[in-house]
């Protein structure tokens, strides 16, 4: 199947979509993608987020914000779940498209070539894969984005498995990119936006417990993510941080790796959401998200809600056990 996927990509003027405020895993695969499979340009709807901005400038990668796909032989979208997650951007995606995915499959791509592996940590492990089936040595600046990928969607090796372990260190045996390289590529100095969002988001935050299990919500209206870490350094074991923009929230979540060993899977909680309230939601154990039309404030209650529930059975089947 990877064969074929690559025997499509091969000599067509292709464009790369990605969804929206797309992180590095979703451009490191378009990069890679573009690279080796020329001619493609790299289209971002949404725009991008803070760290794959550092990484898009290092590389000198560039990125669309308007685009007609129209214009293009072929349609590639890589590291997302559902067509949903373009907007609010209206994109129609043809028939006959390439999906390239690694989060647990919604259902909601339809009449296109679809790959998805959603044992795969990132994208960029499946991207790569494609990339070596059809014979295509990486250059340096590949290597370093498809790096750059799974380091940030593993939580810097945080929600790592052993077969991302392998692939990462066969990149780097093959591009010459040392550990210290790779780690400090996509990182910079926290701006002062961050930093302030950051406190905001604290002084937001509301939590809930059973037992030493601590859920903790917050919103605001930027870095979402850079909040979700902030609020797991301080103690809470599972996070939602939303943001409002008009009619429109996104969510973000996170838990630690002690939770998603005991059962919590938060991209199963937002799928099952997205479903119940018509919006989309979806992502792996460790991280997901979920964004539409409706109250940010109330979407997070929900949230917490669910998490406590789940929080119920892990108490219970704890005891049942001792």
């Not at 390289?181 to 604290?202: I, T």
Request: glycine share 10%.
């Amino acid at each position: 199947m990877l064969e074929l996927i690559g025997s499509f990509l091969k000599g067509k003027n292709k464009v790369i979509l990605v969804h929206g405020n797309a992180d590095t895993d979703a451009i490191g695969s378009a990069y890679a993608l573009a690279e080796c499979f020329p001619s493609a340009a790299i289209y971002a709807p949404g725009g991008v987020d803070r760290v794959a901005k550092i990484v898009a400038d290092k590389l000198g990668i560039r990125i669309l914000e308007e685009c007609d796909i129209s214009e293009y032989e072929q349609v590639v979208v890589v590291d997302t779940s559902s067509p949903e997650q373009f907007k609010p951007a209206e994109i129609k995606i043809p028939d006959g498209s390439i999906v390239i995915d690694h989060h647990r499959p919604t259902g909601k791509w339809e009449n296109v070539q679809f790959v998805c592996d959603d044992g795969k940590n990132a994208c960029c492990e499946l991207v790569y894969e494609i990339i070596c089936s059809s014979g295509i040595e990486i250059s340096r600046d590949v290597g370093m984005a498809l790096l750059c990928g799974m380091l940030t969607d593993s939580g810097h090796f945080s929600f790592a498995n052993t077969d991302m372990l392998r692939v990462f260190a066969e990149i780097m045996d093959k591009t010459g990119i040392n550990m210290d390289e790779a780690m400090n590529f996509p990182r910079s100095d926290v701006g002062m936006s961050e930093r302030v969002a950051v406190l905001k988001g604290m002084e937001r935050s509301k939590f809930d417990r059973i037992g030493n299990m601590i859920v903790a919500t917050s919103y605001g209206g930027s870095f979402e993510a850079s909040v979700c870490k902030s609020l797991l350094n301080a103690g809470a074991d599972v996070v939602f941080v939303g943001s409002q923009r008009d009619e429109r929230f996104r969510l973000s979540a996170r838990a630690d790796q002690d939770m998603v060993r005991n059962g919590i899977h938060l991209g199963e909680i937002m799928k099952d959401l997205g479903k119940e309230t018509e919006t989309d939601g979806g992502g792996h154990a460790g991280a997901a998200g979920l964004s539409g039309v409706g109250d940010v404030e109330a979407m997070l209650h929900v949230c917490m809600q669910r998490t406590m529930s789940e929080f119920r059975k892990m108490k219970k089947n704890g005891e049942s056990e001792t």
